[in-house]
């Protein structure tokens, strides 16, 4: 499961993201405005370029694309250093053309920031960074070295100095900004996306995981019977065979390895089938099964289930996979870090239920406090560097996926430390002292299983 998840977010997943069809579509709308504007500049305008080596120039930007049509297929996706290659390319071109057209005295020498912008969405940083300074170079060349454009009389169309300057420093700017600026929302948008997949994986093996069990608690439901039939008709034949030393054996052995049968079905599971009974429990059933894995890692696990005093009856909940998986999480991380206990607390009224995990360790960073659920956070807490994290490392993802799937059953979640947690909670309680505490609140209606039925036959999965 972890080499599933580092598949997802390692390295390698950040190459072949774009397709060379979708390059190929922005170059042609480039193509296209390229043409419009020489042909409008010249025709229209009365501008005084030369106009033919203007359309070699974007013919070759065409010619390229067809190029590429004919050898690639259209699904093919560009690995980073090929990006980057018809990005430049682009940029080198779009300069040229510039170059012939008056350099930073056209308006259009705006566009040399379009293949940055491309570059900060689908290129790594160090890339980006090759083509920024590549497309500064040429900015700084287009402002001391171009071809003049001249009016209808002949006259050089030139901005002043002071002007030309300006615009060099504004695409200077604009290329740093822009660039970094979506380059960071890029990369978080990506590692959104990756811890989203990485949730799914999750639940996805946590449901997987609920109908195996199923599968087994059937089986075993289906043989009690006919195993039953046989162990009672071997008991039968062991006294009717007590004269016959050989066949004695026989039976003897049948009702053994009966009982083995048996012993095997019961260790097997008892969860599954699709039996009301099963497929909802109480709350402190289900904090139990939440709990179950990380009981003996060395940590004292404290569970407390206080009603108010307007319900005491304790909720049922639904064995939901996500749940149980996200609280799981959060316990898991309790019992990283704390120093000797955990405390896993209830209380519910009519309308809500709140469940707080907290620990008695050195508690959530109060720098990180705000962040604490977004992925991929990889800072540790203070005192806790250097120890032994079993089945993932840092903060980020674990703690994101609980977040979310707990979220997406109708909880609050809420982050803090013992002595600040965020809407109350007590500090120092039960002389605790300071840890982290992990608070969830629920409406009833939304987590509650409706009350069971009377009890019935099982009915088979369809």
Not at 12 to 26: G, H, K, S, Y
Not at 110 to 130: G, H, W
Not at 231 to 237: C, F, N, T, W
Request: overall charge neutral.
């Amino acid at each position: 499961m972890e080499n599933q998840i580092s598949a997802i977010a390692g390295p390698e997943a950040q190459t072949r993201w774009v397709r060379l069809d979708t390059l190929a579509r922005l170059r042609w709308l480039a193509v296209a405005g390229q043409l419009a504007a020489i042909t409008l500049a010249h025709f229209g305008l009365g501008l005084q370029i030369n106009l033919w080596l203007c359309y070699a120039v974007v013919a070759v930007s065409a010619g390229s694309n067809l190029l590429g049509r004919l050898i690639f297929p259209r699904s093919r996706r560009l690995a980073e250093s090929e990006a980057l290659l018809l990005l430049s390319f682009d940029a080198a071109q779009l300069s040229l053309l510039l170059f012939l057209t008056g350099g930073l005295n056209n308006p259009f020498a705006l566009l040399l920031l379009a293949p940055v912008t491309i570059a900060a969405t689908v290129l790594r940083l160090r890339s980006m960074l090759v083509l920024g300074a590549l497309v500064l170079a040429l900015a700084t060349l287009l402002a001391f070295a171009h071809e003049p454009i001249l009016d209808r009389a002949g006259d050089v169309l030139e901005l002043p100095e002071l002007f030309r300057f300006g615009f060099w420093a504004a695409i200077v700017v604009g290329v740093a900004f822009i660039g970094l600026y979506l380059r960071s929302v890029a990369a978080e948008k990506q590692a959104l996306a990756e811890a989203l997949q990485a949730t799914q994986l999750v639940l996805s093996r946590e449901q997987k995981m609920s109908e195996i069990s199923g599968v087994v608690a059937a089986a075993a439901h289906e043989l009690g019977t006919p195993l039953a039939t046989i162990k009672l008709a071997s008991g039968e034949l062991v006294e009717t065979l007590a004269d016959r030393p050989e066949a004695l054996d026989d039976a003897l052995l049948i009702r053994e390895q009966v009982e083995r049968c048996h012993a095997i079905l019961r260790s097997m599971g008892s969860a599954g089938k699709e039996d009301l009974h099963l497929r909802q429990a109480p709350l402190e059933a289900i904090l139990q099964e939440a709990a179950a894995p990380h009981a003996g890692r060395g940590k004292q696990l404290h569970f407390a289930l206080r009603p108010a005093a307007t319900d005491t009856r304790m909720p049922e909940l639904w064995r939901n996979p996500g749940l149980i998986h996200g609280l799981r999480n959060l316990i898991q991380n309790a019992v990283d870090f704390a120093r000797t206990d955990v405390w896993i607390e209830a209380e519910w009224d009519a309308d809500s239920l709140l469940v707080e995990i907290g620990d008695n360790g050195p508690g959530f960073p109060a720098h990180l406090l705000g962040r604490i659920g977004e992925p991929f956070l990889r800072e540790r807490p203070a005192g806790a560097r250097g120890r032994a994290r079993p089945a993932y490392q840092g903060m980020g993802l674990g703690l994101f996926i609980a977040k979310t799937l707990l979220e997406r059953s109708g909880a609050q979640v809420q982050f803090g430390n013992r002595d600040r947690v965020p809407g109350g909670g007590s500090s120092g309680d039960g002389g605790r002292g300071t840890g982290a505490v992990v608070r969830l609140r629920w409406p009833r209606a939304a987590i509650e299983a409706r009350p069971r039925p009377v009890l019935g036959q099982n009915r088979p999965r369809p």
